[in-house]
C-alpha cells in the first residue's frame, strides 16, 4: 500500500512539472493533480491496453509513433474526466505525455 501511495505521489508530481512546463497544460491545484494522477493510472491500466492492441498494424507501420498519439489521448481523456485538470488541444497531449512519461520514469528511478 506505500509503494503504491509513492507511485501516486511521484506521478502526481511529475504531472504538476508537465504542467508547469508545457503552454495548454494547466492544473488547479495538487487535488486535481492527484486525482488526475490515479485516473490517468487506472485509464492506463484498463484503457491504453485495449487500444494499442486495436492500433497494432497502424502502429507497426508508424514505427512505433502511434504510441505517443495514444498516450496523448490517454492524457486528453484525464482531463476531460477530472475537473481542475484541462489540455487545450492534441499537441499539447502529446508532448504533455512525452515528457510526463519521462520526469516520472526518472522519479521512480530515483525513488527505486
Not at 3 to 22: D, E, P, Q, R
Not at 25 to 39: F, K, L, P, S, T
Not at 69 to 88: C, D, H, P, Q, R
Not at 96 to 106: D, E, F, M, Q
Amino acid at each position: 500500500m506505500k509503494h503504491l501511495l509513492v507511485k501516486i505521489i511521484i506521478n502526481a508530481a511529475a504531472l504538476m512539472f508537465t504542467a508547469s512546463i508545457i503552454d495548454g497544460i494547466y492544473v488547479d491545484g495538487w487535488g486535481a493533480v492527484i486525482i488526475a494522477a490515479v485516473i490517468l493510472g487506472i485509464i492506463n491500466a484498463v484503457i491504453r491496453p485495449i487500444l494499442m492492441v486495436l492500433t497494432l498494424p497502424l502502429n507497426l507501420m508508424t514505427l512505433g509513433l502511434l504510441t505517443f498519439v495514444v498516450n496523448g489521448l490517454m492524457l486528453k481523456l484525464t482531463a476531460t474526466v477530472v475537473s481542475g485538470f484541462e489540455i487545450m488541444g492534441m499537441w499539447p497531449a502529446i508532448v504533455g505525455s512525452i515528457l510526463l512519461s519521462v520526469v516520472s520514469t526518472v522519479l521512480n528511478w530515483l525513488v527505486d
